[in-house]
């Protein structure tokens, strides 16, 4: 009875130690642990530890001794304990997949742990074969063949393409699988084919499958579709300018490519095989106007180009070297010609311009190098002359001053006239001094120190002629001996030469009054007798010339 009831006992814990089994997952040809316990600690009053499976034992151990193997098949080389009591089971296989317990005595109480084995083998590789050779848009074709061999459990094969999943869909992407068991070791093949209708997109994609986290190496297809659109292209760097070589590039959608195609230029058919580009060399502004492009053997499927060739002419009168003489006019024509909207500059010297110049009467400041710059776009041209303005130099002014130590007096003669002209005084000086020759224009100093009064003459001249110009200078002892005099000497001299001034003028005047007598007469004379005026006429010139240099004397004494 009582032994009955032990045996109930035991029977219930035996159940309850089925339900609450364990499962390990060992990996094929390694060493699997098999834990007893779920690896718990080992009881204080262990006994025996023992492991078993459904044909048999496999091996015991006693507390505090090694472990005995009790199995006498195929696991007697093959199993061992671990020190946690842990089953160890090299070279796993497939056969291996069954139910181990792990039977522990402590004490009065005897406990069983089961614990199922389950044997994984990942694939030894996957591949894609029976590739197809192309394929078709709008075709289905098998793309190829996914295999994952020697596998356990059975791989699950998914295709890829672009590294995104493909899902069948039975029209454009059908999958099928099948699974293949190898009969001596139990591991599985699976095999997956792919049916697949391309896509124009789908050339140069890459088709993957994988399993198991692991990936077959991508493959891609050549994708065939028939033409339907061609287009030209102009190659260029830039706006087309006269003289470019054009390049035109047609373009179709098709694959294969087309072998050749049509160029139609001005009007005229150019056949070109085995390439799809046709240069136009050294075009000219009459190249401007439709460009077309078109298939050998479909001449409806073409696309157009307008090509305008852009030009730019100028010409500029008068150009090179200008001689004109001062006080001349200078017309200016500038033509232009082309193709689009333009900007013209001008520079004098390199200096800008505002605009165009405009010589009405020349100066010699109009001496110059003048260019022109015509633009447009990328397009410039330009062009220039060198105006030079010639003249007779002409003194425009001959001056004096007393130096600023009283000692000196210095002369200044200004001039204008090109080429530049060259100064000579009628008396020597010290301390010459030369501006510099602008626009026609010089002046020349000169230091002298008077020891008398006298006439100093400024001769300019250059090649084409000269001018010759007189300054009185009184000297400089007479000057510093009326400085010299008290404020009454300066009042009786400021007296003395108003009398002279007043009666020069005075002197002047009888002369002129007598004059005009004597000429009153000579025609009342004439008109009387009837003589002719020329004798009288001559020396009324004769008069006329003693009464100025009567008169530029006075002016001379004046002046000292």
């Known amino acids: 009875m009582h032994f009955s009831s032990c045996l109930c006992t035991l029977l219930v814990a035996l159940v309850y130690q089925v339900s609450a089994m364990d499962t390990v997952i060992g990996l094929y040809g390694e060493t699997v642990e098999v834990p007893c316990n779920n690896g718990a600690p080992k009881p204080k009053d262990l006994f025996i530890t023992k492991w078993k499976y459904d044909n048999g034992d496999l091996l015991t151990q006693l507390k505090d001794q090694d472990a005995s193997v009790i199995a006498t098949n195929k696991y007697k080389d093959r199993v061992s304990m671990a020190e946690n009591s842990s089953l160890l089971i090299a070279a796993a296989?497939?056969?291996?997949?069954?139910?181990?317990?792990?039977?522990?005595?402590?004490?009065?109480?005897?406990?069983?742990?089961?614990?199922?084995?389950?044997?994984?083998?990942?694939?030894?590789?996957?591949?894609?074969?029976?590739?197809?050779?192309?394929?078709?848009?709008?075709?289905?074709?098998?793309?190829?063949?996914?295999?994952?061999?020697?596998?356990?459990?059975?791989?699950?094969?998914?295709?890829?393409?672009?590294?995104?999943?493909?899902?069948?869909?039975?029209?454009?992407?059908?999958i099928s699988s099948k699974v293949k068991v190898d009969e001596v070791t139990g591991l599985t093949t699976t095999s997956s084919t792919l049916q697949y209708t391309a896509e124009k997109g789908d050339t140069d994609a890459l088709f993957t499958c994988g399993a198991l986290n692991t990936l077959s190496s991508p493959v891609s297809f050549t994708v065939t579709y028939p033409t339907?659109?061609?287009?030209?292209?102009?190659?260029?760097?830039?706006?087309?300018?006269?003289?470019?070589?054009?390049?035109?590039?047609?373009?179709?959608?098709?694959?294969?490519?087309?072998?050749?195609?049509?160029?139609?230029?001005?009007?005229?058919?150019?056949?070109?095989?085995?390439?799809?580009?046709?240069?136009?060399?050294?075009?000219?502004?009459?190249?401007?106007?439709?460009?077309?492009?078109?298939i050998i053997d479909n001449a409806k499927m073409e696309d157009s180009k307008n090509i305008t060739i852009n030009y730019l002419d100028m010409s500029l009168s008068p150009s090179g070297k200008v001689m004109k003489s001062a006080g001349e006019s200078l017309a200016l024509n500038l033509q232009t010609n082309a193709s689009g909207e333009l900007k013209v500059s001008w520079t004098k010297d390199n200096g800008k311009l505002d605009k165009m110049p405009?010589?009405?009467?020349?100066?010699?400041?109009?001496?110059?190098?003048?260019?022109?710059?015509v633009t447009m776009g990328a397009l410039i041209k330009n062009a220039f002359f060198e105006l030079v303005v010639e003249g007779i130099p002409v003194i425009r002014q001959l001056a004096k001053q007393r130096g600023e130590d009283g000692q000196h007096k210095v002369l200044t003669c200004e001039a204008e006239g090109s080429p530049k002209p060259t100064v000579a005084w009628s008396v020597n000086g010290t301390s010459a001094d030369e501006s510099p020759y602008i626009n026609g224009k010089i002046s020349h100093k000169l230091?002298?120190?008077?020891?008398?009064?006298?006439?100093?003459?400024?001769?300019?001249s250059n090649e084409l002629g000269q001018d010759t110009r007189a300054i009185n200078v009184s000297t400089l002892f007479e000057e510093v001996r009326m400085d010299k005099q008290g404020s009454s000497d300066d009042s009786d001299t400021t007296k003395l030469v108003v009398g002279v001034i007043v009666g020069l003028l005075l002197a002047t005047v009888v002369v002129g009054l007598a004059y005009w007598l004597y000429l009153k007469k000579s025609k009342q004379g004439s008109w009387k007798t009837g003589e002719k005026e020329d004798g009288s006429t001559e020396e009324s010139k004769k008069l006329e010339e003693k009464i100025e240099e009567k008169l530029e004397e006075n002016s001379q004494k004046v002046e000292v």
């Open 93 to 174: 296989t497939l056969k291996d997949e069954k139910t181990f317990t792990c039977m522990v005595v402590a004490g009065a109480d005897i406990s069983e742990y089961p614990v199922k084995l389950l044997i994984h083998k990942a694939p030894t590789g996957v591949e894609i074969t029976a590739l197809a050779a192309e394929l078709e848009i709008g075709k289905p074709t098998q793309l190829g063949q996914c295999s994952a061999p020697d596998a356990n459990p059975a791989a699950n094969i998914t295709w890829f393409k672009n590294k995104k999943h493909l899902v069948a869909d039975g029209k454009g992407v059908i």
């Open 358 to 373: 405009k010589f009405d009467k020349l100066t010699y400041s109009d001496s110059g190098k003048y260019e022109v710059v």
């Open 447 to 460: 230091t002298i120190v008077p020891t008398v009064n006298l006439t100093v003459f400024c001769t300019v």
């Open 228 to 294: 339907e659109r061609v287009s030209l292209h102009v190659i260029s760097k830039g706006p087309l300018m006269e003289g470019d070589n054009v390049t035109l590039k047609c373009k179709a959608d098709g694959n294969p490519l087309p072998t050749g195609f049509n160029f139609h230029i001005q009007r005229k058919v150019v056949k070109v095989e085995n390439s799809d580009s046709y240069t136009v060399t050294d075009v000219t502004r009459n190249s401007t106007g439709e460009y077309k492009c078109s």
